[in-house]
């Protein structure tokens, strides 16, 4: 089956070279232009058995594009150096070297790729720019690599063991690159919620015991306050010794009123707790931390790292809140020059946290626009200043909406304030029997047409993910070290940009290898104008005949094989059409 495929990619790679040229040429000009090894050079003090990680990471990097997908096809194959074979361990161990910064690695690449772009003029794009933010799940086998965990496909809706990618990468007007990633596990909604339920539920009977403890304080006082003026009506039974004394007495009656109260809403609360307990030991058996037993995340691979290292933060990360680390990507990718015109996220990214830190950005002419789950948070209406949800929000406006012929969609238009934030809401429904979808920018002089124009880039990354799955192995490592992991998504990021770069260059030839099922008509136009191109003339029609939602089948279209052909076939029945019109 890999020879198969290796003919097929030697084939099909003889029409990304010119007639004179041989692979390891145009290899060659690829090494020098990235200047790889002045790059890999800088990890050159953590050697590999004796060789130098300059020369394995070069090795592991250019393995695809001979058609090896593994070091042991690498070495088997008889491409590789004479020397291969006897350093075959020692390319595992630079793998998995805690010490190699990736993250710093793929930010030299972008940064060359972004150098190279501009000293081309005939390579320089005009158009909108972008940080774009997105999760995809990989898939693994077996329950022992370190950090694997039950994890939610949404593109399947089905809970699958392996891991979540999260990769910020920019669009320049021309092509994504990725900036950044990270790596993720996830605990388990059922259980953390169970957990989140119990812990608030302890939290408040703690409260009401602080509450008890100072209510008997309160009381205690009172009782004293009753016998000091029971001792002053005994001594001088004057009318108004005996009006005190009464108040005291009502006050004391009033504060064990209020201790009793307490007490039994204790009782109440504790015996709520017990059950929320019973009902945790339940969810726990059910469905276990990171769907893994307690033996099964025993038997995990782990691996002692150093708290410098790069390997330890990158472990931390599996952890961590995905959109706190998407928001450091971000102003990371900011911080290393890469200004964008908007950040591009979808409804599960987008938080307060996030909007307040774009709208930091604003002097620097970076905006955001994201799509926005219609839950329960409330927005100010202007120039009313009352608070609305999105659903009440739609009813209340619904009637007023605009039309778009362009785009055969409905859309609304409301200013408002989220957070003290001024933004628009774009209520958008593209198609007779679709839903309303809500999108959110702080970018107040946006127009409709021109916010779809610049949303649909945020799909570019679906297409990278698509990319990079399918023809450059993300994904696919069987390495039990989450550090192999991390090293291995990176170098198929490396290796995304370099063809990116080159494909660029050769606008005119394929690169079937990475790019064949992308027609040659499609890869002669930018990324940005054909989705465009799609999205006005070819899925509007079909979601408007099939009667279903315009964003959902694009999403799918682009992960699914089948649809994708299908895209296609529609595409050159149109184009036959017009040749016989």
């Known amino acids: 089956m890999q020879q198969n495929k290796d003919k097929k990619f030697n084939t099909e790679l003889k029409t990304f070279l010119k007639d004179n040229e041989t692979p390891e ?26 060789y130098e ?16 997908e593994n070091i042991y096809v690498w070495v088997k194959s008889g491409i590789a150096p004479s020397n291969a074979n006897s350093c075959k361990d020692a390319y ?38 972008a940080i774009i933010g997105d999760d995809s799940p990989i898939q693994k086998t077996g329950k022992k690599m370190e950090n694997i965990s039950l994890i939610h496909d949404h593109v399947t809706g089905n809970f699958i063991f392996g891991f979540k990618i999260l990769v910020v990468g920019f669009w320049d007007g021309g092509s994504f690159i990725p900036l950044d990633f990270s790596i993720h596990r996830e605990k388990g909604s059922q259980l953390e919620n169970a957990r989140k339920t119990y812990r608030v539920a302890e939290k408040r009977l703690q409260n009401i015991n602080v509450k008890i403890a100072k209510a008997c304080k309160v009381l205690k006082n009172k009782k004293e306050r009753v016998l000091r003026h029971r001792s002053r009506v005994k001594e001088n039974p004057t009318n108004t010794n ?35 307990k019973t009902e945790l030991k339940k969810v726990e058996k059910r469905y276990p931390a990171y769907g893994l037993s307690r033996k099964e995340r025993q038997q995990q691979y782990k691996k002692k790292r150093t708290i410098v290292s790069s390997g330890y933060i990158r472990n931390k990360e599996a952890d961590a809140s995905k959109i706190e680390i998407f928001i450091a990507m971000v102003l990371r990718a900011l911080k290393n020059g890469f200004i964008p015109d908007y950040i591009l996220t979808d409804s599960w990214f987008f938080c307060q946290d996030l909007l ?25 209406l202007l120039p009313s200043g009352k608070n609305y949800n999105a659903h009440s929000l739609l009813k209340l406006y619904e009637r007023n909406a605009c039309y778009s012929r362009k785009l055969k969609a409905h859309y609304i238009k409301i200013p408002v304030l989220y957070g003290g934030v001024r933004v628009n ?32 880039i945020r799909w570019s990354i679906e297409v990278f993910f698509k990319e990079c799955k399918q023809y450059l192995n993300l994904g696919g490592s069987h390495s039990s070290d989450f550090d192999g992991q991390i090293a291995d998504a990176t170098i198929a990021m490396l290796q995304h940009i370099m063809l990116t770069f080159f494909k ?14 992308i027609s040659s008509e499609i890869i002669e136009s930018t990324l940005a104008e054909r989705l465009w191109e799609f999205f006005l003339e070819v899925i509007i029609n079909i979601c408007d005949i099939l009667k279903i939602d315009i964003v959902e089948i694009y999403e799918e279209a682009m992960k ?7 895209m296609k076939q529609l595409i050159y029945y149109k184009k036959d059409l017009k040749i016989a019109a």
Do not use: C, H
């Open 53 to 68: 990680l300059s020369q394995l990471l070069t090795f592991l990097l250019l393995m695809p594009f001979y058609g090896a």
């Open 242 to 276: 005996i009006k005190f004394l009464e108040t005291a007495i009502a006050s004391e009656k009033k504060a064990a009123s209020k201790v009793n109260e307490l007490k039994k809403e204790f009782v109440l609360k504790d015996t709520k707790l017990k059950e929320l």
């Open 92 to 129: 595992y161990v630079s793998k998995n070297d805690e010490r190699i910064n990736w993250r710093l690695l793929l930010l030299i690449f972008a940064k060359r790729f972004r150098t190279l772009v501009n000293i081309r003029e005939t390579l320089k794009k005009e158009g909108i720019t």
């Open 356 to 380: 307040n830190t774009v709208e930091k950005m604003k002097k620097k002419g970076v905006r955001l626009l994201s799509m926005v789950k219609q839950d329960r948070r409330t927005y100010t």
């Open 25 to 50: 040429d145009k290899l060659s000009e690829m090494t020098k232009l990235f200047q790889v090894k002045k790059s890999l050079s800088l990890f050159n003090e953590y050697k590999s058995k004796g």
């Open 560 to 566: 699914n094989a089948e649809a994708m052909k299908l």
């Open 425 to 456: 809401l774009f209520f958008v429904r593209i198609g007779a029997k679709a839903t309303w979808r809500l999108l959110i920018t702080n970018d107040l002089n946006l127009a409709f047409l021109k916010m779809m124009e610049v949303y649909q």
């Open 504 to 517: 660029r260059m050769n606008y005119q030839q394929s690169f079937g290898y990475l790019f064949k099922d």
